[in-house]
């Protein structure tokens, strides 16, 4: 009677169970046309650094990660914050460096209410007019001649 032959770390296919999907130590990075190939780190600022090394032109300030690859992201670019990049960098090959846009403070400041010309009887409420757009000239008033 044959002796039983130890379990085989083999599977179907001839792969092994011990070859689980490797996690590459490296990563690219792409900002316009130029591509970097880098160390992976799990830390955001580490990184941050290693891009700073690759594109100056970006201030580090200003730099951001995004990717489209993620399901999550559904085929749209989406920002890598610092608080996702550990639960993220393991599952990308590649990312892209931006330039991050910053939101302005108050796009559209409150201007001034203006005084109301009660004189001319308008009884429309005043124009705000945005501080970067010129306020249109004063339409000149034409004075008709009674015609006979």
């Given at each position: 009677?044959?002796?039983?032959?130890?379990?085989?770390?083999?599977?179907?296919?001839?792969?092994?169970?011990?070859?689980?999907?490797?996690?590459?130590?490296?990563?690219?990075?792409?900002?316009?046309?130029?591509r970097?190939?880098?160390?992976?780190?799990?830390?955001?600022?580490?990184?941050?650094?290693?891009?700073?090394?690759?594109?100056?032109?970006?201030?580090?300030?200003?730099?951001?990660?995004?990717?489209?690859?993620?399901?999550?992201?559904?085929?749209?670019?989406?920002?890598?914050?610092?608080?996702?990049?550990?639960?993220?960098?393991?599952?990308?090959?590649?990312?892209?460096?931006?330039?991050?846009?910053?939101p302005?403070?108050?796009?559209?400041?409150?201007?001034?209410?203006?005084?109301?010309?009660?004189?001319?009887g308008?009884?429309?409420?005043?124009?705000?007019?945005?501080?970067?757009?010129?306020?249109?000239?004063?339409?000149?008033?034409?004075?008709?001649?009674?015609?006979?």
């Amino acid at each position: 009677m044959p002796k039983a032959s130890k379990a085989s770390a083999s599977t179907k296919g001839g792969a092994t169970r011990n070859s689980a999907k490797q996690i590459p130590k490296l990563l690219v990075l792409k900002h316009g046309q130029k591509r970097v190939m880098t160390n992976r780190h799990k830390s955001y600022e580490t990184m941050l650094d290693n891009a700073c090394k690759h594109f100056p032109t970006i201030p580090r300030d200003a730099m951001a990660f995004q990717t489209n690859k993620l399901d999550i992201c559904e085929g749209h670019y989406v920002e890598i914050t610092a608080e996702t990049w550990d639960k993220v960098v393991d599952l990308l090959s590649s990312i892209e460096v931006t330039r991050s846009e910053l939101p302005l403070r108050n796009p559209f400041p409150p201007s001034p209410p203006r005084p109301s010309n009660a004189a001319s009887g308008a009884n429309s409420l005043p124009i705000n007019y945005h501080p970067h757009f010129p306020k249109p000239s004063p339409i000149p008033k034409i004075k008709r001649r009674a015609e006979y």
